[in-house]
């Protein structure tokens, strides 16, 4: 046997022995009274959050949470104060283990890292009392604690005598029943703790214990054998309750907890405390902890918020995928609240969601009144007469003018002229979601495109599970801290605010406690009404004036906003140091000004200021609402806590400037800055914009469309050669080039056939080589076609490798329309061949061959002219829409495009934005006329008259835009954007093309070649407050946004795959919401 094995058996061994020690029978009437020592062994503990209740007769935390149970827990670091029997009092520093230090008590704030004592030993015959502090009390605020009425009412009493008499007390539970008392050691509790403690750190355990194992082995001293027994029996517990508690890995208990919960730690103070006890009977001593329950609260949203952020990573792209597949067949009143507004801003329409949600429900209830009507006009008018119909007609005009009477009631009066308008278009945007749920192709066709029955059931069984979970935490926490808020007041009535001590501990405790209150509306409101009244008796809501009530005092006082308004409107902060230095003790203003400055960027009270803007703002906006007429004075515009903060900071830093303006105070420099960029705000509005449908023209050979297929290919090789000037060539251009460069070779060659024979030219004779012009043409036609359609499927196949190789039903059109066309342009070059040279060689007579060829040319021919009617049919009437091919390629369609991945799910989404609002552009050209000729003036080209920028969902308000347009002399770059944007004007979008802007202005100069960039932030993500301007997703289009090529009046869009452009070097400039508001309103 091993010396490892020895010791286990060891180990066994000792704890048999030590369990067959005799032990009193409490249940005897002969057995010695636990109690029966003049002392009893007092071990201070406190209320604390929990995961279960303990149900114990002596623990009465004397309020009651909704989120979580209360339990006993060891003290947070901070200090306890004794008194007990006739004094004197005493003073602990309580130690991050939870056990005691003494110290004197007017020592500075020492925290302690160890403490030494995990009890007292207490006089059982004497009453104590004990009060737990975050901060050490000044001699003015102990000195109070000798008195007994403050006694009573600022400390806990510890009933000694009735506790020697039955072994307990209110909040004084027997030590032994620790096991149902600490939160960390209830039965289940205590596993589940284990168990994630083993999947969080289970091999370090097991790696310690082998290390451990092998110092035994090698020394096996008591000692060395006892901590190898100890860390195999520790390692093992947690490999065991891991088994038991799979779960524990994802939900660990005490993960909402301020203090981790630490096991091993809590059972360590707790057998010192009955090592210490040393037979003397033991009870724990719970205080209240009002603020270490406001911490936990704030760490219970602080984890709730981190779950609900790690769901949305992990699902909320699928959530965001179903909730726009469900706009688009489902009804919602806010859609058309939002779309009637639109449409009738001129008449300052502005309908609330109730509101659209009414006009739906009426026109459900009348949708059974109209079948019916359209029903007796149609059948039953026919069989009972016109008098009949008529009164059962009349009968459903009643029917539905009680249907539309409320509906009146809740509408604006003003609206009656345009009630049935109001009404048709609701019916026809029921029309339109009815139609997305067909296979009309006119329709979106959403349930063949869709797994809709798994995306219902997984927003049923995951999506609403979570958002149900989530409301219902987050009110119980809101809840629990409207509760526990109001109660720092009693557990921080000791604050000394000229103690710049208690003030910086007052800083991280207002953090540790609010930090998270903002994350949420309800708790914004928490921290509004904290805020709006400061009182010296609340200290947090004292945040906004530094911790001083005398300023909160100066402010209340009559007479005082010409002063403030003065102070703040100085050429300098001098005014304002004076006015404050007043009001505050030296050494707190000292502290004061190191609030300013980058440096305290990261102090507590700065944090936690910043993170209750949002209160702030909230506030501001109750005061303004609450006033009648504007006062005379700038600063009465602003609510006391604001006036606070802007005296505060005006007096403590230095690059704030405060100025009069019209109608309030403005802040400059850079700070302020920095302060003004937390109003910025999002817009919401999501409309999905239009997206041209580019139609490739076809080359038909035979009668005078040789002549038309010369000239449209001719103009589109001008047009790509155009196009592509100063961009790059990959390989996708290089065939595309190609292809337009064959296909004008064989439309010349049709052409040239087609001359020839109107010419009577049969032959085509150089020396001695003669052939038919009819074969020799159709070989060189056939040659050159069959070539442009390889090209084009070369294209086709670097297209796809550029596009992930992602092939949908247009490219697979693509693919045989190319390769068709390919076969029979290839079968028309070896007919045409062999003719030719079965003449060449005299086998056959020019007659023959041209009788040969043009007998086999005529099924080619009709096959040439069934691939293209075909193909032709194909884009036309059957090709998807780019919504269609979405839905059947996103992550719950049927035939699913883009993985899982990061980087898939924001192709995907890009895809999602870019669908909905890229921007469109277009230009209208105007003849360019240029004089250089004795007969006069001739057209010599085309340039830009105007550029017209339609972006959907934007608005003036809430758009960021960036745009750059440059003209390209050469491969040089000139910046015209200023000039640009001074002739920019806005309009809205008219109702019929969606909703959104349309920006148009004029080239600067006359030149026919420009290149503008569009940066459109996307309208979506802004909404839902994620905008980072530095964030490429949230650009429509990608890192470059949306790039143009504008050749006099033909627009091509130069997408982020096609390489760089010589004007990507150049800066963006912002459009300023005075350029983006229309003038007229549409």
């Given at each position: 046997m091993t010396a490892p094995d020895n010791a286990m058996a060891l180990g066994r061994a000792d704890q048999a022995a030590q369990a067959n020690?005799?032990?009193?029978?409490?249940?005897?009437?002969?057995?010695?009274?636990?109690?029966?020592?003049?002392?009893?062994?007092?071990?201070?503990?406190?209320?604390?959050?929990?995961?279960?209740?303990?149900?114990?007769?002596?623990?009465?935390?004397?309020?009651?949470?909704?989120?979580?149970?209360?339990?006993?827990?060891?003290l947070r670091q901070g200090y306890l104060y004794l008194w007990h029997g006739e004094g004197p009092l005493r003073r602990f520093g309580v130690g991050q283990n939870g056990c005691l230090t003494e110290q004197d008590l007017d020592a500075g704030h020492e925290p302690v890292e160890e403490g030494t004592l995990a009890g007292l030993a207490l006089n059982k015959h004497q009453d104590a009392w004990l009060m737990y502090a975050d901060m050490p009390l000044t001699t003015e605020f102990w000195q109070q604690l000798t008195e007994p009425g403050t006694r009573q009412q600022?400390?806990?009493?510890?009933?000694?005598?009735?506790?020697a008499q039955q072994l307990q007390a209110t909040h004084c539970p027997a030590l032994a029943d620790a096991p149902q008392l600490i939160a960390e050691l209830m039965p289940?509790?205590?596993?589940?703790?284990?168990?994630?403690?083993?999947?969080?750190?289970?091999?370090?355990?097991?790696?310690?214990?082998?290390?451990?194992?092998?110092?035994?082995?090698?020394?096996?001293?008591?000692?060395?054998?006892?901590?190898?027994?100890?860390?195999?029996?520790?390692?093992?517990?947690?490999?065991?309750?891991?088994?038991?508690?799979?779960?524990?890995?994802?939900?660990?208990?005490?993960?909402?907890?301020?203090?981790?919960?630490?096991?091993?730690?809590?059972?360590?103070?707790?057998?010192?405390?009955?090592?210490?006890?040393?037979?003397?009977?033991?009870?724990?001593?719970?205080?209240?902890?009002?603020?270490?329950?406001?911490?936990?609260?704030?760490?219970?949203?602080?984890?709730?918020?981190?779950?609900?952020?790690?769901?949305?990573?992990?699902?909320?792209?699928?959530?965001?995928?179903?909730?726009?597949?469900?706009?688009?067949?489902?009804?919602?009143?806010?859609?058309?609240?939002?779309q009637l507004s639109y449409r009738y801003m001129d008449r300052d329409l502005l309908l609330t969601a109730d509101q659209g949600e009414a006009m739906l429900q009426a026109q459900r209830d009348l949708q059974p009144l109209l079948a019916r009507e359209t029903a007796i006009n149609q059948h039953y008018r026919h069989q009972a007469g016109h008098a009949a119909a008529d009164n059962l007609i009349a009968d459903i005009r009643r029917q539905e003018q009680a249907i539309l009477a409320p509906l009146r009631e809740l509408l604006p009066s003003d609206i009656s002229d345009i009630e049935g308008?109001?009404?048709?278009?609701?019916?026809?945007?029921?029309?339109?979601?009815?139609?997305?749920?067909?296979?009309?192709?006119?329709?979106?066709?959403?349930?063949?495109?869709?797994?809709?029955?798994?995306?219902?059931?997984?927003?049923?069984?995951?999506?609403?599970?979570?958002?149900?979970?989530?409301?219902?935490?987050?009110?119980?926490?809101?809840?629990?801290?409207?509760?526990?808020?109001?109660?720092?007041?009693?557990?921080?009535?000791?604050?000394?605010?000229?103690?710049?001590?208690?003030?910086?501990?007052?800083?991280?405790?207002?953090?540790?406690?609010?930090?998270?209150l903002c994350s949420t509306g309800p708790g914004v409101a928490i921290a509004t009404n904290l805020l709006r009244s400061p009182h010296p008796d609340l200290p947090f809501s004292l945040l906004t004036t530094g911790f001083s009530p005398t300023l909160v005092n100066f402010l209340d006082g009559a007479g005082r906003a010409n002063n403030i308004q003065d102070a703040l409107t100085a050429p300098t902060g001098d005014a304002a140091r004076e006015l404050l230095a007043g009001l505050v003790a030296a050494g707190k203003l000292d502290w004061l000004n190191s609030l300013s400055g980058a440096a305290a960027t990261e102090h507590p009270l700065n944090l936690t200021i910043a993170r209750l803007s949002a209160a702030l703002v909230s506030l501001l906006e109750e005061h303004l609402k609450g006033l009648s007429t504007l006062p005379a004075m700038s600063i009465e515009q602003f609510p006391k806590p604001i006036q606070a903060l802007f005296l505060r900071i005006r007096a403590t830093t230095q690059d704030f400037v405060f100025e009069k303006a019209r109608d309030g105070l403005r802040l400059a420099g850079e700070n302020a800055r920095k302060l003004n960029a937390w109003a910025l705000e999002t817009g919401k509005r999501v409309q999905r914009g239009l997206r041209p449908n580019v139609i490739n023209g076809i080359n038909r050979y035979g009668g005078v469309l040789p002549v038309v297929a010369l000239l449209l290919n001719g103009a589109n090789l001008y047009q790509l050669t155009l196009r592509d000037q100063g961009r790059e060539h990959d390989g996708v251009r290089f065939a595309e080039h190609a292809s337009a460069y064959l296909f004008t070779f064989a439309a010349l060659s049709a052409a040239t056939a087609m001359a020839w024979d109107a010419r009577g030219k049969i032959e085509f004779q150089r020396g001695w080589f003669k052939a038919p012009t009819i074969t020799l043409m159709g070989f060189t036609t056939g040659f050159f076609a069959g070539f442009a359609s390889i090209a084009g499927l070369i294209k086709l196949g670097l297209e796809m490798q550029r596009e992930d190789a992602y092939w949908t039903a247009d490219h697979w059109a693509r693919l045989g329309r190319e390769g068709a066309m390919s076969g029979l342009m290839g079968m028309q070059a070896g007919l045409g061949s062999y003719a030719t040279w079965m003449v060449i060689t005299s086998q056959w007579t020019t007659a023959q061959a041209v009788r040969w060829f043009s007998l086999r040319m005529v099924p080619v021919g009709w096959l040439v002219l069934l691939v293209e009617g075909l193909y032709f049919a194909w884009d036309k009437w059957l090709k998807d829409s780019e919504m269609q091919l979405f839905l059947e390629q996103c992550c719950w369609g049927r035939a699913r495009r883009w993985a899982d991945s990061p980087e898939q799910r924001g192709k995907e989404l890009q895809a999602l934005l870019t669908l909905l609002f890229k921007p469109q552009l277009q230009a209208e050209g105007l003849n360019r006329v240029e004089h250089g000729s004795s007969e006069g003036i001739f057209i010599a080209g085309y340039q830009a008259k105007?550029?017209?920028?339609?972006?959907?969902?934007?608005?003036?308000?809430?758009?960021?835009?960036?745009?750059?347009?440059?003209?390209?002399?050469?491969?040089?770059?000139?910046?015209?954007?200023?000039?640009?944007?001074?002739?920019?004007?806005?309009?809205?979008?008219?109702?019929?093309?969606?909703?959104?802007?349309?920006?148009?202005?004029?080239?600067?100069?006359?030149?026919?070649?420009?290149?503008?960039?569009?940066?459109?932030?996307?309208?979506?993500?802004?909404?839902?407050?994620?905008?980072?301007?530095?964030?490429?997703?949230?650009?429509?289009?990608?890192?470059?946004?949306?790039?143009?090529?504008?050749?006099?009046?033909?627009v091509t869009e130069h997408l982020s795959a096609d390489g760089k452009l010589p004007s990507d070097d150049l800066p963006d400039h912002e459009v300023k919401p005075t350029l983006l508001t229309p003038k007229e309103r549409p």
């Open positions: 020690f005799e032990r009193d029978d409490l249940s005897s009437p002969m057995s010695a009274c636990p109690a029966r020592e003049a002392e009893l062994f007092v071990v201070p503990a406190r209320y604390a959050l929990a995961e279960m209740n303990p149900e114990h007769a002596c623990v009465k935390p004397g309020y009651t949470l909704k989120s979580q149970p209360m339990a006993v827990r060891r600022r400390m806990r009493r510890i009933a000694l005598p009735q506790v289940g509790i205590r596993d589940q703790v284990l168990a994630s403690d083993h999947h969080n750190k289970g091999d370090q355990y097991r790696a310690v214990a082998d290390i451990i194992g092998k110092q035994a082995a090698s020394n096996p001293t008591p000692e060395n054998i006892k901590a190898y027994v100890d860390a195999m029996h520790r390692a093992r517990e947690r490999e065991d309750a891991a088994g038991r508690h799979p779960e524990a890995a994802q939900s660990p208990p005490g993960v909402w907890s301020a203090d981790a919960w630490d096991v091993p730690a809590a059972e360590a103070w707790l057998d010192q405390a009955t090592r210490q006890a040393n037979g003397l009977y033991g009870i724990f001593a719970v205080v209240d902890d009002h603020l270490g329950v406001l911490r936990d609260l704030n760490q219970a949203q602080a984890t709730v918020n981190q779950r609900h952020e790690d769901w949305e990573a992990e699902n909320g792209h699928k959530a965001l995928l179903a909730g726009f597949i469900n706009s688009l067949i489902q009804e919602d009143g806010a859609e058309v609240a939002s308008q109001l009404h048709d278009l609701v019916m026809a945007y029921r029309a339109d979601k009815a139609r997305n749920m067909t296979d009309s192709k006119s329709g979106h066709q959403v349930p063949e495109r869709v797994r809709l029955e798994e995306m219902n059931a997984w927003i049923a069984e995951v999506a609403d599970t979570h958002h149900q979970w989530l409301a219902e935490r987050r009110e119980q926490i809101h809840a629990d801290q409207r509760q526990a808020l109001p109660l720092h007041r009693q557990a921080l009535w000791y604050t000394d605010y000229d103690n710049v001590g208690h003030c910086e501990l007052l800083s991280k405790l207002a953090l540790d406690s609010l930090g998270m105007e550029l017209h920028l339609t972006l959907p969902g934007a608005d003036p308000e809430r758009t960021l835009l960036y745009l750059c347009l440059a003209n390209i002399d050469g491969h040089t770059p000139r910046d015209y954007t200023p000039a640009f944007l001074a002739s920019l004007r806005s309009e809205w979008l008219p109702a019929q093309q969606g909703m959104g802007l349309r920006l148009s202005g004029k080239p600067p100069i006359a030149v026919g070649n420009w290149e503008l960039r569009v940066r459109y932030h996307s309208p979506l993500a802004m909404g839902v407050g994620v905008l980072e301007e530095e964030t490429n997703e949230l650009i429509i289009g990608g890192a470059n946004g949306m790039r143009y090529l504008i050749r006099a009046d033909r």
